[in-house]
């Protein structure tokens, strides 16, 4: 397990350094230009997003309060609804890389998200044999920095911590994510915020495409 951490923390770190050495590029990713926009990747900028969303005390989700004082994994642990996205991420070893520093954007796929893949799906990535391959679709929901809904603009290209791209689309003012190909998933509950970053709740699991 250590030695995926590391690979992983290495990824984040220069899925990172790429998006901030491409902030002069208009057409490519914008990761790196809301950064600059949303300062708020630390700690201390935690209670100022609180703040500026009128929920300091936290996002509802199944009843239960999304406070930033804990980090994202104990958050989702408290929902019942991302149960099983919370397997996954204990199944690929993620669990050290997800409750890190950070800060980390997730996109995290309801139990219901889940239920809409192909029968046997689920439990044939939750195998040992796996393992790098529940990771791989697990990390295309994971994006390096902390962005809330209002950072998110529509025609967004967003590189994730597999190194894949994510699409952003906004319609409506409703903010979906999506592979460029298949049906984008939906933001069900945006702007989780967590002492490591923040999560959004969609309502389908975004696959990275074949290559």
Do not use: W
């Amino acid at each position: 397990m250590k030695k995926q951490f590391f690979s992983l923390a290495a990824l984040v770190a220069a899925s990172a350094l790429a998006l901030t050495s491409c902030g002069s590029d208009k057409t490519t990713e914008t990761t790196a230009t809301v950064s600059t926009e949303n300062p708020a990747d630390s700690t201390a900028a935690v209670a100022g997003d609180s703040a500026r969303m009128a929920k300091p005390e936290g996002v509802m989700v199944d009843g239960v309060a999304m406070t930033a004082d804990k980090d994202i994994v104990d958050n989702a642990m408290g929902a019942k609804s991302v149960s099983t996205l919370v397997s996954a991420v204990k199944a690929a070893g993620l669990v050290e890389t997800l409750k890190g520093a950070g800060p980390f954007t997730v996109f995290a796929p309801t139990n219901a998200a889940f239920d809409k893949l192909p029968k046997g799906a689920v439990a044939g990535l939750m195998q040992p044999e796996s393992k790098a391959k529940l990771a791989g679709v697990l990390t295309y929901h994971v994006i390096p920095g902390r962005l809330v809904a209002a950072d998110l603009k529509d025609g967004q290209e967003l590189t994730t911590v597999n190194g894949e791209k994510l699409h952003i689309a906004v319609k409506d003012g409703k903010v979906m994510v999506s592979n460029g190909k298949d049906a984008p998933a939906t933001v069900q509950i945006a702007d989780v915020i967590s002492k490591n970053g923040v999560t959004h709740v969609i309502d389908r699991v975004v696959l990275p495409l074949a290559k």
